[in-house]
């Protein structure tokens, strides 16, 4: 079974940082094309960044290019968003994603 725990989340100021981490089971981590969403309060999902099953090739949204870094470790099975310079637009609840799979999420607030 797919399972995908994400943990990182919490209360920061605006400027501040955050790392994100998913710890993934179920699956062959090390093949997988992951990728990070997030839901804003009363909003849709948004795409946020995905990297390739080696980690090689990254991609981001607009919003964040400059900001966030997607990252993964193959040996931990594990993927990470380290998110810099934080601003209000960011707040919104953090899913990493396996094709149609997600994890339960975590809030990411940002606020003085």
């Known amino acids: 079974e797919v399972q995908l725990v994400e943990s990182g989340g919490g209360l920061v100021q605006p400027g501040g940082s955050l790392t994100l981490s998913c710890a993934a089971s179920?699956?062959?981590?090390?093949?997988?094309?992951m990728t990070w969403v997030r839901q804003a309060p009363g909003k849709g999902l948004e795409w946020v960044s995905g990297i390739s099953s080696g980690g090689a090739v990254t991609n981001y949204a607009n919003s964040v290019r400059g900001r966030f870094t997607i990252s993964r470790d193959n040996a931990k099975n594990t993927l990470y968003l380290q998110m810099n310079n934080l601003k209000a637009e960011d707040t919104a609840v953090y899913y990493c994603?396996?094709?149609?799979?997600r994890g339960q999420g975590t809030q990411v607030t940002v606020s003085s």
């Open positions: 179920g699956f062959t981590f090390s093949t997988a094309y």
């Open positions: 994603k396996m094709a149609e799979k």
